[in-house]
């Protein structure tokens, strides 16, 4: 199995990187994880557990209240709040109870009507129950698949082997100073935004410190407040022709004025080393989600590659092709 890459975890790095350079830590891994394929898209949240609202025994599932002798049971209510979702109001818990009840009981109150009005006999009607019948079995087949899954030495196996991708990779820690250009494609704006970088550059070459300099000149609004300091990161977390200049740089060096895609900098490397891994706990729910959503990907592929699938809509194709494994690190951009 492909571990996930930890540089989509949240670093203590500036927030120049984070805003401007590299793609923010959440972002990135819900992109690599939501290319798990078209029936992921819509599967239940990776958590592993099977949902709250499963019916239990009578015992532990009281009758809350009772709509024209129907009994509403307390795991009713759970069901109504998963599927309404954020759409219940904010209010208090009592309040929150008092309105799942409401919306049960009209939900059956309406119930009653379509049935006198014969409405389940409607094709339309049966349907859309067969595709929610077939949409809660997805659900649950994915549920239980990532639960399955979900072990701790899934988990280990997952962290050692990301561990040993890294071990060699180096990162360097940088400062920069930025000088926007808005539009590229505006040479008179590159060309002032360079010479704002030279004339930095020659202060800095002249003995000023490089952080005083990045605070009283960067364009970049967090640099303004430390210096310009981007923290520690990988040649693959940054823009490449940022990159390229700062992993040539030896400790203490400061760049000549270096072109990107947000305007000119001036890089100085503050250190390099080997790329640190992060704890088996800072991972943790992070390997956690790759965990399950990998082992509902497989299922889906191994279903898919079993099926026959055709497309009647258009001309005849090669078959689908498999989900996306969240398996290669995105590269930041």
Not at 184 to 193: T, Y
Not at 204 to 217: C, M, N, R, Y
Not at 289 to 312: M, W
Request: overall charge neutral; aromatic content about 6%; some cysteine.
């Amino acid at each position: 199995m492909t571990p996930p890459p930890f540089s989509l975890l949240p670093q203590s790095t500036g927030s120049m990187r984070r805003r401007c350079i590299g793609l923010g830590a959440a972002f990135a891994l819900a992109t690599s994880l939501a290319a798990s394929g078209a029936a992921l898209a819509q599967a239940p949240a990776p958590g592993g557990a099977a949902p709250a609202a499963a019916p239990a025994a009578a015992a532990n599932d009281p009758v809350v209240a009772k709509v024209n002798g129907i009994e509403v049971r307390e795991s009713d209510l759970v069901l109504a709040e998963e599927d309404v979702g954020q759409s219940i109001p904010a209010a208090t818990p009592e309040a929150k109870r008092d309105w799942l009840i409401n919306y049960v009981a009209d939900m059956l109150v309406l119930a009653k009507y379509a049935e006198d009005h014969k409405l389940p006999e409607a094709a339309d009607f049966k349907r859309r129950i067969a595709f929610l019948r077939n949409k809660a079995l997805m659900d649950s087949v994915l549920r239980d698949t990532g639960k399955a899954a979900l072990t701790n030495e899934a988990m280990r196996s997952v962290y050692s082997d990301a561990v040993k991708q890294m071990a060699d990779e180096q990162e360097v820690h940088a400062r920069h100073i930025l000088f926007r250009v808005p539009d590229a494609s505006d040479e008179s704006a590159s060309k002032a935004a360079e010479e704002k970088a030279k004339a930095a550059l020659a202060r800095i070459k002249k003995g000023e410190d490089f952080a005083t300099v990045a605070k009283a000149l960067t364009e970049d609004p967090p640099g303004k407040q430390d210096g310009g300091d981007l923290g520690y990161f990988t040649k693959d977390q940054m823009v490449p022709e940022f990159s390229e200049a700062a992993f040539k740089l030896d400790k203490g060096q400061v760049s000549e004025p270096v072109k990107s895609a947000f305007g000119w900098h001036i890089i100085k490397i503050e250190d390099k080393r080997k790329r640190q891994a992060p704890e088996f706990d800072q991972v943790k729910d992070q390997i956690e989600t790759f965990v399950i959503r990998k082992s509902q990907v497989d299922l889906l592929n191994k279903l898919r590659a079993e099926a026959k699938i055709e497309r009647l809509d258009k001309p005849a194709t090669a078959s689908p092709a498999p989900a996306d494994k969240p398996a290669a690190e995105p590269k930041k951009n």
